[in-house]
């Protein structure tokens, strides 16, 4: 018997729901969705046909060397699957927090954001945190260059001071080289005076 996957999927482990159903089934496979609704897709091949699973859900079973398509859902998955689900790592994420202009503070929303920044990094066994400053284009490159880095260095010694491990924490600044609004020199842009934190 042979199982191979198409790349992209998205799918469980295959495990049996009991000692008696293990007798009979030699592997359970479903397609989970994305975080956008969408999903990957799998091949499941038991020698004499090929079977496509490429919608949310969609479940096939091998049963005495044949492949069968099998009816799940939402609630049947996480049943049959929870223990492995709750093991998968969490993916990760991203945030922009903005800062005041020519300064290491950050705009009122953006003190408000970095409560969900710190939970997402919580809820991690494992975590870890890249903080990258940035500038707009007023001010000399020197000057921006180190702006972009105590900006970085704020957020990190704000996650450290609540808890968060030091080791786990990079920093760097790229002053105004990377903006997320292309201005020309000296242009005061508020969606480029951030931070950038990548959470893994």
Not at 75 to 86: D, P, R
């Given at each position: 018997m042979r199982v191979p996957f198409a790349s992209r999927a998205v799918l469980a482990t295959a495990l049996c729901f009991s000692l008696s159903a293990c007798a009979s089934r030699q592997a359970l496979f479903a397609v989970l969705p994305n975080p956008d609704g969408g999903s990957g897709a799998i091949m499941v091949d038991d020698g004499q046909k090929?079977?496509?699973?490429?919608?949310?859900?969609?479940?096939?079973?091998?049963?005495?060397?044949?492949?069968?398509?099998?009816?799940?859902?939402?609630?049947?998955?996480?049943?049959?699957?929870?223990?492995?689900?709750?093991?998968?790592p969490i993916a990760p994420n991203h945030f922009r927090l903005y800062f005041k202009n020519d300064s290491n503070t950050m705009t009122p929303d953006s003190e408000q954001q970095y409560k969900s920044v710190f939970d997402d990094i919580k809820q991690r066994p494992v975590y870890e945190v890249e903080v990258v400053g940035h500038t707009d284009t007023t001010g000399d490159l020197k000057h921006n260059q180190e702006l972009s880095l105590t900006r970085a260095g704020t957020i990190r010694d704000k996650l450290v001071h609540d808890g968060l491990d030091p080791k786990s924490i990079s920093t760097a600044g790229r002053g105004p080289l990377d903006p997320r609004v292309k201005t020309g020199p000296d242009v005061s842009e508020p969606l480029n005076r951030r931070v950038e934190i990548t959470v893994r």
């Open positions: 090929t079977m496509t699973l490429d919608q949310p859900w969609a479940a096939s079973q091998i049963m005495k060397g044949s492949a069968e398509p099998l009816t799940m859902d939402e609630g049947q998955v996480q049943q049959i699957f929870g223990t492995a689900l709750a093991a998968r």
